[in-house]
């Protein structure tokens, strides 16, 4: 019994692999720093394995090693629940390009260039609150990706 689940669990992993054609569906990490070759489904299985058991994606993200670049924003829970919980004070002082909440929301962020930002967020309110029913989840990623 034991030999047959390893053997669906390998062959479901081969499956998974097999659709993917290039090393970008196995991400940065140790996997992808170690097994370069992924020209068969088999190497990339063994590549997403090394990254999912080793747990060091995470890492590499954050630090920007292992391959895996860097981001300039980095999100976290807290930054999450404040934007959740602040969304119409905030939406108000980035329009207005400066506030209190604001700078809390670039120091849970860890922005270093807290004027700039600011000004940022402001340049680019209308794409940060693309809709009027903008959810927290959608204000941090369209911050992430317009005020840095």
Not at 31 to 46: C, E, M, N, P, R
Not at 66 to 87: H, I, P, Y
């Amino acid at each position: 019994m034991k030999k047959i689940l390893v053997s669906a669990v390998a062959v479901l992993a081969l499956a998974t692999a097999g659709v993917a054609s290039v090393n970008d569906q196995t991400g940065c990490g140790l996997g992808a720093v170690i097994i370069k070759d992924d020209s068969s489904a088999v190497l990339l299985a063994l590549q997403a394995t090394t990254n999912g058991t080793s747990a060091n994606q995470t890492f590499g993200i954050t630090s920007g090693t292992l391959g895996c670049k860097k981001t300039k924003l980095v999100m976290n829970e807290r930054a999450e629940e404040f934007v959740a919980s602040n969304m119409d004070q905030l939406a108000s002082e980035i329009a207005q390009g400066h506030g209190e909440s604001v700078d809390t929301l670039a120091e849970l962020l860890n922005v270093q260039d807290k004027e700039g930002f600011a000004s940022s967020l402001q340049a680019n309110y209308n794409n940060i609150y693309a809709s009027q029913n903008a959810k927290m989840s959608d204000v941090l990623d369209n911050i992430s990706t317009t005020a840095i």
